[in-house]
T-cell receptor, first 113, second 112 residues
Framework: SQTIHQWPATLVQPVGSPLSLECTVEGTSNPNLYWYRQAAGRGLQLLFYSVGIGQISSEVPQNLSASRPQDRQFILSSKKLLLSDSGFYLC????????????FGNGTRLTVT | RKEVEQDPGPFNVPEGATVAFNCTYSNSASQSFFWYRQDCRKEPKLLMSVYSSGNEDGRFTAQLNRASQYISLLIRDSKLSDSATYLCVVNLLNNAGNMLTFGGGTRLMVKP
């Protein structure tokens, strides 16, 4: 069966510090991978998605970036965090074929102080 | 207009009640539809897909109305454990494959 791992679970970082969140998927090949953010009391915002190694599409321009160095690894990064980057970050995967639902990791709760 | 709209609630219902949520979507080319459940401070989890003919999973029934561009979720015999936020999700396929858009969620609180 497929599993998705995301870490760390919680993170407190000062403004201006770098960020690296990692996500890996097991049990499937060539999945679509996604990074979402959910601000407190708000809906899910798609940040990045990837349909293959090295292929990244950005939905929202900001100081975050994503990379997919391996088929089942997705990394979310920032060189300098802003206060507004605080939120609940969720990695997800889906099958590459159409009409497939998303399956989420446990999420990372980031607080920028 | 938002792509996917939901009444944020909260819906406060007693145990055993039947409750229904609606969700409207703006893009008529949307291909597939899902309901997710999200507990406080947790990740969303797939509750059920929504099929054109309507589908049922135990106490949960989902329906799709393409003509009016809405989907619904009916929960019968509500349990305390049903308290959560229910997210409507619409999939618009493009060249990149799946492009899922989430509604803001409807919060349900089931009271004893």
């Amino acid at each position: 069966s497929q599993t998705i791992h995301q870490w760390p679970a919680t993170l407190v970082q000062p403004v201006g510090s770098p960020l690296s969140l990692e996500c890996t998927v097991e049990g499937t090949s060539n999945p679509n991978l996604y990074w979402y953010r959910q601000a407190a009391g708000r809906g899910l915002q798609l940040l990045f998605y990837s349909v293959g190694i090295g292929q990244i599409s950005s939905e929202v321009p900001q100081n975050l970036s994503a990379s997919r160095p391996q088929d089942r690894q997705f990394i979310l990064s920032s060189k300098k965090l802003l206060l507004s980057d605080s939120g609940f970050y969720l990695c997800a995967w889906s099958y590459g074929r159409g009409n497939s639902p998303l399956h989420f990791g446990n999420g990372t709760r980031l607080t920028v102080t | 207009r938002k792509e996917v709209e939901q009444d944020p609630g909260p819906f406060n219902v007693p145990e055993g009640a039947t409750v229904a949520f609606n969700c409207t979507y703006s893009n008529s080319a949307s291909q597939s539809f899902f309901w997710y459940r999200q507990d406080c401070r947790k990740e969303p989890k797939l509750l059920m897909s929504v099929y054109s003919s309507g589908n049922e999973d135990g106490r949960f029934t989902a329906q799709l109305n393409r003509a009016s561009q809405y989907i619904s979720l009916l929960i019968r015999d509500s349990k305390l454990s049903d308290s959560a936020t229910y997210l409507c999700v619409v999939n618009l396929l493009n060249n990149a494959g799946n492009m899922l858009t989430f509604g803001g969620g409807t919060r349900l609180m089931v009271k004893p």
